[in-house]
């Protein structure tokens, strides 16, 4: 019987599976912590790729936790770049949907002949009164999807209310396309419309996160603190509004 030859060290790496993504939340100064998918592998290099997916590092098996986080906060600008052109790119292919989302749930676009013109959600679909295509379609789907908001935002906000150490003094809806919110130093909670769009636990992690700007006018890690007791299930949230930015930008 021969001898076996000896493995090489390629082969040896080539053994060895990769790990399953394992997620991180990465602290970034003066903004919200990332959320990093972190593959673990028998390669010698640390690779960041950016996808609408999200952000995942490539890190070598034994590499420290501390090395990678370090390199995240380094590329953060070059991040943030590429989930940007990521997110354009997204809108391009959404520039005359078939459908609209209403609470996270897409409502196919129906067009019928009628008066008064006007927009309504109904079995599934967003039915279009009077009007023949998408860009006439698109004021009539705003102002349902803000009427839609009007009378949801108010009661989804008072139910903070038994956790808020700080009253919001109004509640006021924007038509922000590149915010979902912002809170005043006197008080004032306001809400993009749009934000209508996005799932039920989105539509509260910004709510939590402008009552949070309450007590801290920042985002520091006492902020985000203050995010999680107000609603502990936020990075969900978060991570949709980051995915389907896009989305709902589109009306």
Request: net charge positive; glycine share 6%.
């Given at each position: 019987?021969?001898?076996a030859?000896?493995?090489?060290?390629?082969?040896?790496?080539?053994?060895?599976?990769?790990?399953?993504?394992?997620?991180w939340?990465?602290?970034?100064?003066?903004?919200?912590?990332?959320?990093?998918?972190?593959?673990?592998?028998?390669?010698?290099?640390l690779?960041?790729?950016?996808?609408?997916?999200?952000?995942?590092?490539?890190?070598?098996?034994?590499?420290?936790?501390?090395?990678?986080?370090?390199?995240?906060?380094?590329?953060a600008?070059?991040?943030?770049?590429?989930?940007?052109?990521?997110?354009?790119?997204?809108?391009?292919?959404?520039?005359?949907?078939?459908?609209?989302?209403?609470?996270?749930?897409?409502?196919?676009?129906?067009?019928?002949?009628?008066?008064?013109?006007?927009?309504?959600?109904?079995?599934?679909?967003?039915?279009?009164v009077?009007?023949?295509?998408?860009?006439?379609?698109?004021?009539?789907?705003a102002?349902?999807?803000?009427?839609?908001?009007?009378?949801?935002?108010?009661?989804?906000?008072?139910?903070?209310?038994?956790?808020?150490?700080?009253?919001?003094?109004?509640?006021?809806?924007?038509?922000?396309?590149?915010?979902?919110?912002?809170?005043?130093?006197?008080?004032?909670?306001?809400?993009?419309?749009?934000?209508?769009?996005?799932?039920?636990?989105?539509?509260?992690?910004?709510?939590?996160?402008?009552?949070?700007?309450?007590?801290?006018?920042?985002?520091?890690?006492?902020?985000?603190?203050?995010?999680?007791?107000?609603?502990?299930?936020?990075?969900?949230?978060?991570?949709?509004?980051?995915?389907?930015?896009?989305?709902?930008?589109?009306?």
């Amino acid at each position: 019987m021969k001898p076996a030859k000896p493995k090489s060290a390629a082969s040896a790496r080539a053994r060895v599976p990769k790990t399953a993504p394992v997620v991180w939340h990465v602290s970034l100064a003066d903004r919200e912590p990332l959320q990093l998918a972190v593959v673990r592998s028998a390669r010698r290099t640390l690779a960041l790729h950016v996808t609408g997916q999200g952000v995942e590092a490539r890190a070598p098996l034994t590499l420290p936790r501390e090395r990678i986080e370090g390199f995240v906060r380094e590329k953060a600008d070059w991040i943030r770049r590429k989930q940007a052109e990521v997110m354009a790119r997204d809108a391009a292919r959404l520039a005359t949907p078939h459908s609209v989302l209403l609470r996270g749930i897409g409502h196919a676009l129906h067009f019928i002949p009628g008066s008064p013109r006007r927009a309504l959600f109904r079995d599934g679909q967003c039915v279009v009164v009077g009007a023949a295509d998408w860009e006439a379609a698109q004021p009539l789907i705003a102002r349902a999807l803000r009427a839609e908001a009007a009378a949801d935002f108010p009661a989804r906000l008072q139910a903070f209310s038994g956790h808020w150490l700080r009253a919001p003094r109004a509640l006021k809806l924007s038509s922000a396309r590149k915010r979902w919110g912002s809170c005043t130093s006197r008080g004032t909670v306001n809400l993009a419309w749009r934000l209508v769009m996005a799932p039920d636990y989105a539509i509260d992690y910004v709510m939590a996160h402008e009552l949070a700007h309450l007590l801290e006018m920042n985002h520091s890690p006492r902020f985000w603190a203050e995010v999680a007791r107000l609603y502990p299930d936020w990075q969900r949230g978060h991570v949709w509004l980051k995915r389907n930015a896009a989305l709902c930008g589109v009306v």
